[in-house]
């Protein structure tokens, strides 16, 4: 959680041993080929969660990384709306490299509600399952091509449904599951689905 600013009048002050953090684990991530991080940035209203967040962007866009992000409004009314933008800007990265994607245009069928669930389980927690574990793949596929750092804005304005999609990703994205709820349609995937892991940063934002 962060702590109140320092009381300076302007610029971006009072943040530098969180700023010099943030850095680090970024730089963790480039230099590093294991797994990837997640950090999660709370605080209370007017603290300077935002302004610590941009400033990180902005030196990070700078030094050529890759950035995509999200932010839930008071007014969203998508369900998972903000991670649907996520998971298309991902897709038009992939895109302009010239990739493949099929595991992030399945995730992005499956959460605009193009396409329903493809498992036999028809319980609403196992399909709730089968689109978390579908979008946590998406999330490695993005990172295994291009490590980026993603942002998560605010995600305390976000849905019950989006809530438990975020939960599932902190506790999901570093590490294997439990379960495999997303069987490989090919051969291809089958081979490569337990060798992927998250190679990227992923920071979510919300106000205690």
Not at 49 to 78: F, N, Y
Not at 113 to 138: N, P
């Amino acid at each position: 959680m962060l702590p109140p600013p320092d009381d300076r009048p302007t610029g971006f002050f009072g943040r530098t041993p969180e700023m010099g953090r943030l850095r680090e684990v970024a730089a963790r991530v480039r230099e590093s080929d294991g797994r990837g991080r997640a950090v999660l940035v709370t605080g209370g209203p007017g603290v300077g969660k935002s302004r610590l967040l941009s400033e990180l962007k902005r030196d990070l866009r700078a030094a050529g990384q890759t950035v995509l992000e999200c932010a839930w409004r008071p007014i969203e009314d998508r369900p998972h709306g903000p991670l649907m933008d996520l998971l298309a800007a991902g897709a038009r990265l992939m895109q302009d490299l010239g990739r493949i994607a099929p595991r992030t245009e399945r995730a992005l069928t499956l959460v605009t509600g193009l396409a329903e669930s493809e498992t036999e389980l028809s319980t609403r927690d196992t399909r709730s399952l089968h689109l978390y574990e579908t979008v946590r793949q998406a999330l490695i596929e993005l990172a295994d091509v291009h490590p980026p750092i993603l942002f998560v804005h605010d995600a305390h304005l976000a849905d019950p449904a989006s809530i438990g999609l975020l939960r599932y990703l902190i506790e999901n994205l570093l590490t294997d599951p439990a379960f495999d709820w997303t069987p490989p349609e090919t051969e291809a995937e089958a081979q490569t689905i337990t060798e992927l892991v998250f190679r990227g940063l992923l920071i979510i934002s919300f106000r205690e």
